[in-house]
């Protein structure tokens, strides 16, 4: 049996950063970083890069849902050590087009289940704080 | 002034995919192609390709986000020539893991109105029909 | 232990609405009827009655959002037997205002897994077949 | 024309209240008090009443979508004095079954823009503060 000591200790976020890096490349191709993972907290940044814009100029649509989704699987990286935990749903809603990078999407849990796993995403421009989007996703775990 | 029968020989498919891929450039990164765009539907087919894997190798719910994204899109670029449409929302349900390329999206109007225009799209393996994925999304018009 | 078929004899139609009615008291006060109930539909009908209308007349939101949970209840009694299933999230689009009685709810399955359940739901006018709102859902099984 | 001062002095809290009770009978029905309404908060409380529970006995979740409905529809009234608006779509989670009255529905903006009004809610038990759903929901406004 392992204790929540040993867990801790291996899934560090340099850990949680490394397994997330390999196993979703869309996360380096983005420029996207993992910054914080904790049990209260998932925390992504996205700093400048190629790809991500939309026509107008601003941040895409899908570049921010992997913030969201990103940003809530570290969260539950840190939590539940279950890097079998799948999205279920997610909504997104887009309040004010992203110009300034970087981007800093926080997750915090709603309900951490026991077999599902509720998050709020808030997308904010690091420099301003101002709002952009904001998530609300269901991810279903797997070690129930 | 600019009559229905110009503007339906202006943004043919050719054009619309030609807009899309130079102002997403992860439409052509991801490799997705649009294929169909009509007033009754915006279609896109996701090939083989980098970068669009998850941990488990299924296809990651940004990718998928973006073909439900895309695939409205030119649906309503082919209704209403607006490139100025902007996304409000989108809600997605992934279903199924999508392990099988290449994946199909097509997107339907549920409502065409004046200032808003809400789509659901069903995402399939193509050579299956297995559903993988359901989204239902609103976008702003610009030309209202 | 019961079979496939006692259990398919046990809950009909007559006994999915029954326990619908009696434990959802919201179902008899808005006038709505459990009208099909199978493992690929769950449909509910609202007829006129009191309480059920908005500000300019048309029937309010959580009616509509009553008629799209209820239609997946029973669908899932249908299909699950499973009266502890509980709703985990829903998305409605409101399309058009619901201004002619009766209004059908339709709900179908997105995924019938052995823990989740997602549906789709179409509320439409009956008499035009008009679509007024679109749902989907996630319920939670509790006899997985 | 109407200034600032004149239009907060007549969409006061008692007039709103009895604009909202009188628009949507349900409201009364549930036995639902609108206690806020100001630019930065809408809220309601949902006192004991007959009707709402659910199988199991706690909180339906078409009360709760209620709940979430009516406090943003008081806080866009606070806002912007639009009897007219509309709500679009509306994504609630249900995090924990309701089990304690009263329960309390707050709802913030989270774009409070010219043509659409996007809110966030939060759905806890008075008592403990327990957080029960959440909701987010856009409005279309009609004196855009």
Redesign the interface.
């Known amino acids: 049996m392992v204790g929540l000591d040993d867990r801790d200790a291996t899934w560090t976020l340099a850990h949680i950063r490394k ?1 997330i890096e390999q ?4 996360v380096p ?1 983005f420029n996207i970083d993992v910054i914080e993972a904790s049990r209260e907290r998932g925390a992504v940044r996205l700093r400048a890069g ?7 100029g601003s941040i ?4 921010q ?2 913030l969201a ?1 990103v940003s809530t699987y570290a969260l539950i990286l840190a939590d539940r050590q279950d ?2 935990a ?12 992203a110009l300034l990078l970087p981007l800093l999407a926080v997750a915090t849990p ?2 951490a289940g026991r ?2 796993f ?1 998050a ?1 995403v808030r997308i904010t421009e690091e420099s301003s704080g101002r ?1 952009i989007s ?1 998530a ?1 996703t ?1 991810y ?1 775990l797997s070690l129930a």
Do not use: M, S, W, Y
Request: net charge positive; charged share 20%.
């Open positions: 397994h196993g979703l490349p869309l191709l190629e790809h991500v814009t939309r026509p107008g895409a649509g899908p570049v849902f992997a989704d890097r079998a799948v999205t279920v749903d997610l909504t997104i809603n887009f309040l004010r087009p709603l309900r077999r599902l509720t709020e709002l904001h609300t269901t279903a």
